[in-house]
């Protein structure tokens, strides 16, 4: 029966990732039933963890095991019961304000952490001594860095005109940016043919078999 209920699996999988693919050749049929399959089966899934990984254990269980130390925790709760309250039109103003309130938040330490973890480093990255690198390609690297930032930054400068000396190092900026670019791009692209090769191998080996362990 195991044996049943895995191969079981395995064709689901295979079905659905050929399915997904079909949209490749034309919006179908196939495609949209595995797209709702996959959107309905998540959204399901996060909505019982969030009960019973956060909910529960961080909110339920601290209140009614020990309400006096944790009473403070109704703030949040109150204002994540009045978010759900959206779903009544006659009460939807409620949930502006919890919403409001989460963007504000995040925003607020979005932009802390930004300045910490990229301007900054940035800044701290680029006043370096490039001659206590030791090796040349340390020294190199360290001239390439300081260069790539102070011209990237040139080119963002748009209160003087990019002409004689400035728009060289502007235009320097710019080839530093679309190797920028360039190299997120390709990382971005790396993981999606990791993804597609990880998709083929499991409908070559765990499906047909083609391919051995």
Not at 55 to 78: H, M, Q, R, Y
Request: glycine share 12%.
């Amino acid at each position: 029966m195991t044996e049943f209920w895995t191969q079981f699996g395995i064709w689901i999988g295979a079905l659905c990732t050929l399915a997904i693919w079909s949209f490749l050749y034309k919006d179908n049929p196939f495609y949209k039933i595995a797209e709702q399959i996959f959107v309905g089966i998540s959204a399901a899934y996060w909505f019982v963890y969030t009960i019973y990984n956060i909910l529960i254990p961080n909110f339920f269980e601290k209140i009614f095991t020990d309400f006096s130390a944790n009473w403070l925790l109704l703030i949040p709760g109150v204002l994540g019961m009045m978010m759900v309250l959206r779903i009544f039109p006659k009460l939807d103003f409620l949930g502006k304000y919890p919403l409001a309130l989460m963007v504000g938040t995040t925003a607020g330490l979005g932009i802390i952490m930004y300045l910490k973890t990229d301007v900054l480093s940035q800044v701290v990255s680029a006043m370096v001594n490039p001659f206590t690198g030791g090796t040349v390609l340390a020294v190199l690297g360290a001239f390439i860095l300081i260069v790539g930032t102070l011209s990237g930054l040139v080119y963002f400068f748009f209160s003087k005109k990019h002409e004689g000396f400035t728009g060289g190092v502007a235009r320097l900026g710019i080839i530093f940016l679309m190797i920028s670019f360039g190299a997120s791009f390709g990382y971005t692209a790396m993981a999606r043919i990791s993804l597609l090769i990880g998709r083929l191998q499991f409908l070559l080996g765990d499906w047909l078999g083609i391919l051995g362990n």
